[in-house]
């Protein structure tokens, strides 16, 4: 399979950080963030289905072509914080390689990707008696509706600039059509639990600066 387009023009991601950043959040600092799983009782198989799918995306963002990814240990997304209740995974990368770009398009990601699954869940329903490769089209076909519609429906993002959204919707629907195919029941039950992210300023913790 091709490698996904990863990245966005320059000023498609500053149109990007303007609406997703908090205010004042300078666009070069480092960022962490936050995910939060609301499932009552998640799996260890569906945790650690997450993690892979979540990290995946991030490679792809960070690298473009996960072999490379998976040889740069120092691009890899680190597990900085568990927070109680909900589970809360606070992710960042290496101090010294923070960069907002990749984990402002995981966040993108992982904000959208529930919606597309339960798209594509609803497509299936309609195309259970459809040849294979028609039900795989329409599917991606349908997820990328549904990503258009959420990015012209969604409070924050209603206000990015059209062609800004376009690229966002072209990057997110190859990414999501690389991974969504190949996901397990296990992670696409997980990631129908996830809540919204949350980009953040990097929070210092013993043992992590």
């Known amino acids: 399979m091709t490698e996904p387009a990863t990245n966005l023009t320059s000023s498609s991601l500053e149109a990007v950080q303007r609406v997703v950043l908090p205010s004042g959040v300078d666009p070069a600092a480092p960022l962490e963030l936050v995910v939060s799983v609301a499932a009552p009782a998640l799996t260890a198989r569906e945790f650690a289905g997450l993690l892979a799918v979540i990290d995946r995306v991030h490679g792809r963002f960070a690298v473009g072509n996960l072999r490379s990814y998976a ?25 010294e390689l923070a960069q907002a770009t990749p984990l402002i398009l995981l966040f993108l990601a992982l904000k959208f990707l529930p919606a597309a699954l339960e798209a594509g869940t ?8 459809a040849h294979q490769s028609y039900q795989e089209g329409e599917l991606a076909r349908e997820r990328r509706r549904q990503l258009r519609r959420q990015l012209d429906t ?39 639990s996830l809540g919204p992210p949350q980009l953040r300023p990097r929070r210092s913790r013993e043992g992590h600066e």
């Not at 900085?80 to 290496?94: P, R």
């Not at 409070?155 to 997110?172: C, I, S």
């Open 71 to 95: 040889r740069k240990q120092k691009l890899h997304l680190q597990v900085t914080d568990v927070g109680s209740g909900s589970i809360d995974l606070v992710l960042s990368v290496a101090q």
């Open 122 to 129: 609803r497509a299936v329903r309609n195309l259970a008696q």
């Open 154 to 192: 969604d409070q924050t993002f209603r206000a990015l600039p059209a062609p800004a959204k376009q690229e966002v919707e072209g990057v997110l629907a190859e990414v999501y059509e690389a991974e969504v195919p190949g996901m397990s029941r296990d992670q696409q039950s997980a990631i129908e």
